[in-house]
């Protein structure tokens, strides 16, 4: 947070930073907690937990409420505590022995300075866009590195292919490597577009939200592959496809990049829907946002 452009501070205040400035304002009122040292490791933690909570109860209800497994991409599978525990345990340990201590050194680099304005809603809206888009680009080529080369792959990327059927709280079952490329890309991006603290805040709120969708292996009428049109975005329904086929689907996010490179695979249309097949491997008819996306392909 602590690299935001103050010149900005500089710029009068518009409708757009009207409507952000009491929520902005409210913020700085916690500044003590939001620029100590534990709180980008305490945020993102209790972020990513908050979001793999329902679908952990959702798991758990599953065996015995036959209405929810219709959403579900594997209606059969649930995790065990067995797979539960040691990925919570990973995710735990890994933010407290490696994340931690670097996002100290770059508190102590450059402690955050918040600036009085609050950014204009729509430069907000444009910068979290632009920075899902950068970051699924960053992550499609990553990803497809670490397939393709046997070393890449066996030594950092293969710990999040245990689980080939994947579930929320796998989402951040990975290699410290991985781990740290994400947040990487997470963090340059916001740093290239000069996004304010705000922005930088609920971008990873999103961020975080949109990965623990990808892999909770619940397909809802509103998750987002549904909301977004024209087949633009791939989802939980095609990053499930990426953990049970390995060579497809390597954007976390969107299409674009698999239609242009021909590594796109289309999901099949779920249980919910009429006259759909409800398991991954059917070829049954398609739901009327993979009849876009194949318009579009
Ligand atoms: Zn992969
Ligand atoms: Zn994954």
Known sequence: MSYYNSSELLVPG???QLVLQPLWDRLKTWEALTGSPFFPV??????YL???????????LCPWVPALRRYKIHPDFSP?????????????YQH????????????????ALLPA???????MLRHIVFCLLLFDTEFFVWHVLHHRVPWLYRTFHKVHH???SSFALATQYMSVWELFSLGFFDMLNTRLLDCHPLTILIFHVVNIWLSVEDHSGYDFPWSTHRLVPFGWY????????????????????????DKLLGTLKRAPLPAWLSGCGGSPSDSGPLCSSHLSQEKHT
């Open 96 to 111: 407290v022995v490696f994340v931690f201590p670097a996002t100290l050194l770059h508190w102590a680099q450059s402690p």
């Open 42 to 47: 305490f945020f993102s933690i209790i972020t």
């Open 162 to 164: 245990q689980n080939a």
């Open 80 to 92: 065990s505590a067995l797979q539960l525990l040691p990925c919570l345990g990973q995710t735990l």
């Open 14 to 16: 518009s409708a757009g």
């Open 234 to 257: 791939g989802g939980v329904a095609h990053h499930d496809l990426h953990h049970s086929h390995f060579n497809c689907n390597y954007a976390p996010y969107f299409t674009h990049w």
């Open 50 to 60: 908050g979001f793999c909570l329902p679908f952990v109860v959702l798991d758990v």
């Open 117 to 123: 304005k609050a950014p204009e809603l729509l430069q």
